[in-house]
Nanobody, 114 residues
Framework: QVQFVESGGGLVQPGGSLRLSCAAS????????MSWVRQAPGKGLEWVSD????????YYADFVKGRFTISRDNAKNTLYLQMNSLKPEDTAVYYC???????WGQGTQVTVSS
């Protein structure tokens, strides 16, 4: 079955960086566009970024442009999110999944606080 395992979250100070990873299994990873979404405390899911199967087309929500970078390694069935210049408002659980899908992993908690 389709599975996603997110990792790499943690507690970081404002201005810091984290790199999230998402290990995917149960489908042909290289054939699908992928997404990162997040859920802040008390809020709904919020789209963060998409990447197409080849990695050549990338899209970001306005609030992360210039700070976050999505990438993928199709040989490793892994999706990444490099997060720089983190802000307290980036605090959320981050999830990965197929673009347009409704299946997500368990998520990884990112907390930005001094």
């Amino acid at each position: 079955q389709v599975q996603f395992v997110e990792s790499g979250g943690g507690l970081v100070q404002p201005g810091g960086s984290l790199r999230l990873s998402c290990a995917a299994s149960g489908f042909t990873f290289s054939s699908y566009a992928m997404s990162w979404v997040r859920q802040a405390p008390g809020k709904g899911l919020e789209w963060v970024s998409d990447i197409n199967p080849s990695g050549r087309s990338i899209y970001y929500a306005d609030f992360v442009k210039g700070r976050f970078t999505i990438s993928r390694d199709n040989a490793k069935n892994t999706l990444y999110l490099q997060m720089n210049s983190l802000k307290p408002e980036d605090t959320a659980v981050y999830y990965c999944g197929k673009k347009g899908g409704s299946t997500w992993g368990q998520g990884t908690q990112v907390t930005v606080s001094s």
